[in-house]
């Protein structure tokens, strides 16, 4: 089953306001193994919702509308519904008591246009809404469902439970759902793409999506089966198939960040790691220690920005940083060497070269280990930002492969 | 002029995405009058995205479409607005070529499904992308406009400015704008918005945004009129009295971030700074040199994570140490004065705390100037990173009021 949720209110197309009940309601859907396959924000537009609606109606079994079900002209979501799906409405008896009963709690008389939340689709079953005047709606033809739901979070959410998710569970298969994780560093997603298409397009159940960020690729499967052993044999078929191809390039199964994964990587050797940053000014100890619990193998580092605390912190000596300047193989192996030493730890990292100006994107990256230092020229593009933050990914896989 | 945005991307629609690009493009169209009046994200999904595009076109006079412009089959976003529009694509020998160099520039040969990425709408015009392979195209047509962007904000962010915004302004009525830009930092949204809803809420004209993020809020007022001289005589009536409730909280007129003002008043001044911290791990560090041009003031830094660290590279006593821990007002101000003679800074910050378990929230910031050492105490709330973040707004703007 595909699931569509539309929200309805121009206060929430402004520059800073989040839908956040499609986010909770994806949340819920996905767990029964319905998928979202279209979101949208509508203002206060009749004829604008009734065509979205018309539109979600016409592509997907579930159509969730959020919002909208006030007693003011601005509630367009009724009747957009009712002229959408060509229903008419009446005015619901139980409703009206609802409304009456909740206004009398309050000490309130209701006013002429509260009425218009007593309004109920013909055919529609009126869904109870304990915190609020409006009460939802389900209606269901022909196989397919279109839900009425108010917009304030605190009276939608206690509804999903109560009413939604028992309805949607009766209408669906029995189905299992496994899942598989990959996380992929350091190869463009066009070449991703290239290398593992061949396999994922061949199959749409596990169904195959790619997340690509900086230097960083997710690729997830999620297999839904009668049976769990069904789930697991599609994946291993589709999944090892996709990871022989992309090899060591993978450097995690469980949706660990590549800081993470050194960290178990660490801990697990009872080994330790200092920095030595110029070109990354600290991204690359903050990442680390970005991790809960990163005290326990992150021995510290040095920033060292100007030439003279290249020498004074790390000896990186006078000669190397004349005769080679501070960005070359040398002074990045100078760099790790004397963090290494100096922080007593048993690996270091360094980073140096340029994030902007005429050189811009050529770095070294060192690597001091308990048998020797190494270091690796990058050429890397991008503004500063992606600069920095993919010196800190090459310099982190390195680790990690030096660990693993 | 009514805008609708569609983001096409099948990884939007989970519980946890948040489409960001359409929040940064209805600022954009709100700053130059146009109102968003829908938003849909949809999965990458031809049809479904066709009749989108469809619906979107027949109501709004601006469609713009983030996402999908990718090389491989599942970019759906060029052959649905075609198929939406009923116009042909064709192989743009520019677009094309800009794909080889861009290519060549990373010493990498495109695939043959680069070649999708050089498809453009008949009539439509190519927009340079300079942070990525896929141009965006602008096609009109009657009056109506529809716009394709790359979903990467760092590919669209730029593009908007170039781009889109001049062709824009270019279609609209002339109308004058004038904003202002105050950037605030260390008080609480709800807090700020009690101060001053008594005044910006009696204008519609400038209209006021307010933008929230840990630790720093921005206020945007924006006034549209026939002429400059009464947009800034409307501006300077409603910012004049924003201004002097907030005092001197706001660190910034000019949309400058905290190490951006930092960076100037240091440059002005002719001084320098150094860190020395352990909370937060090179977040500090790393914020100072995402400025451009840092290397003219930060001398450098010290991570020390370790009281061994902590010791021998910063010269915290032993004493202090165990009669007071690591985290604390005097361990705090020996980092800081120590980081500030090791270093030759003429300022240097320091912080400790603890960022999780039992005391998460508990940090001391030092600060060490040419005529002293300070430290402070914060008790901070939130998660692991927002206590780092917070450490850094706070040593930062404490450093901004020494300089100031």
């Given at each position: 089953m595909n699931a569509e949720i539309i929200a309805v209110g121009s206060e929430m197309l402004t520059p800073d306001k989040i839908d956040t009940n499609s986010l909770y309601l994806t949340q819920e859907l996905n767990t029964l193994g319905i998928e979202v396959?279209?979101?949208?924000?509508?203002?206060?537009?009749?004829?604008?919702?009734?065509?979205?609606?018309?539109?979600?109606?016409?592509?997907?079994?579930?159509?969730?509308?959020?919002?909208?079900?006030?007693?003011?002209?601005?509630?367009?979501?009724?009747?957009?519904?009712?002229?959408?799906?060509?229903?008419?409405?009446?005015?619901?008896?139980?409703?009206?008591?609802?409304?009456?009963?909740?206004?009398?709690?309050?000490?309130?008389?209701?006013?002429?246009?509260?009425?218009?939340?007593?309004?109920i689709l013909d055919g529609a079953d009126r869904l109870p809404n304990p915190n609020g005047t409006a009460p939802g709606q389900w209606f269901q033809r022909d196989g397919r469902v279109l839900v009425m739901l108010p917009g304030p979070p605190r009276e939608l959410k206690p509804m999903v439970p109560a009413e939604i998710v028992p309805r949607l569970t009766a209408l669906l298969p029995p189905l299992v759902i496994r899942t598989r994780w990959y996380r992929v560093s350091l190869i463009g997603e066009s070449d991703l793409d290239a290398l593992i298409a061949p396999i994922y397009t061949k199959y749409t159940n596990p169904a195959t999506t790619i997340l690509a960020a900086a230097g960083d690729i997710d690729i997830h499967l999620r297999a839904r089966c009668a049976t769990a052993e069904e789930a697991e044999t599609l994946l291993a078929e589709v999944g090892d198939a996709i990871a022989q191809v992309i090899g060591d390039k993978i450097y995690s199964t469980n949706g660990d960040a590549l800081e993470q994964v050194i960290g178990k990587l660490l801990i697990a050797r009872g080994q330790s790691v200092a920095v030595a940053e110029s070109i990354t000014g600290g991204m690359l100890g903050q990442l680390i220690t970005s991790v809960p619990g990163s005290s326990a193998y992150f021995r510290g580092g040095f920033l060292t920005y100007t030439n003279e605390m290249k020498e004074s912190l790390l000896g990186v000596p006078t000669e190397t940083l004349k005769s080679m300047s501070a960005v070359s193989e040398d002074a990045a192996k100078a760099m790790a060497a004397g963090a290494r030493e100096r922080s007593g730890a048993d690996y270091a990292l360094s980073t140096t070269g340029y994030a902007d100006a005429d050189q811009a994107g050529l770095v070294y990256v060192g690597l001091a280990t308990p048998s020797g230092v190494h270091s690796r020229k990058l050429q890397l593009t991008g503004d500063r930002h992606r600069v920095r933050s993919m010196t800190c990914v090459n310099a982190l896989d390195w680790l990690r492969r030096a660990l693993a």
């Open positions: 396959v279209a979101k949208c924000i509508v203002g206060d537009d009749r004829v604008r919702l009734t065509d979205a609606i018309r539109a979600a109606w016409a592509h997907s079994e579930l159509v969730i509308l959020t919002g909208g079900l006030g007693p003011t002209e601005d509630d367009v979501t009724r009747d957009a519904a009712a002229a959408a799906l060509a229903v008419a409405m009446h005015e619901d008896a139980e409703a009206w008591q609802a409304v009456l009963d909740r206004f009398k709690k309050f000490g309130r008389t209701p006013t002429e246009n509260n009425r218009r939340q007593a309004f």
